[in-house]
Nanobody, 124 residues
Framework: QVQLVESGGGLVQTGGSLGLSCAAS????????VAWFRQAPGKEREFVGAISWRGGSTYYTDSVKGRITISRDNAKNTAFLQMNSLKPEDTAIYYC?????????????????WGQGTQVTVSS
């Protein structure tokens, strides 16, 4: 059974930083593209970024470029999302997602495995 478990969410002030983790089990993590999505209240789930199998390539949505870094440690079956210069509009539930495809893209339907989500709240 595949499990993705996010951790590290919380409350942070505008301009602050927060790091999220996504621990995977039951899957060959080194052959799993990992993406982060977020969903704010009343809005659709949005692609944040993704990292390739070995971590050599990363992709980000324009609104977070330069502020967010995705990384992974395949030896620990864990992916990370480091967020800096946070803004109130970054407030959302953040989900990690996994796909066995090396090129799953930016749509949520392309990802098979999902975590339960972790809340990030940025206060103004």
């Amino acid at each position: 059974q595949v499990q993705l478990v996010e951790s590290g969410g919380g409350l942070v002030q505008t301009g602050g930083s927060l790091g999220l983790s996504c621990a995977a089990s039951g899957v060959t993590f080194s052959r799993c593209t990992v993406a982060w999505f977020r969903q704010a209240p009343g809005k659709e789930r949005e692609f944040v970024g993704a990292i390739s199998w070995r971590g050599g390539s990363t992709y980000y949505t324009d609104s977070v470029k330069g502020r967010i870094t995705i990384s992974r440690d395949n030896a620990k079956n864990t992916a990370f999302l480091q967020m800096n210069s946070l803004k109130p509009e970054d407030t959302a539930i953040y989900y990690c997602a996994g796909s066995a495809s090396p090129f799953p893209g930016r749509t949520s339907s392309s990802y098979t495995y999902w975590g339960q989500g972790t809340q990030v709240t940025v206060s103004s």
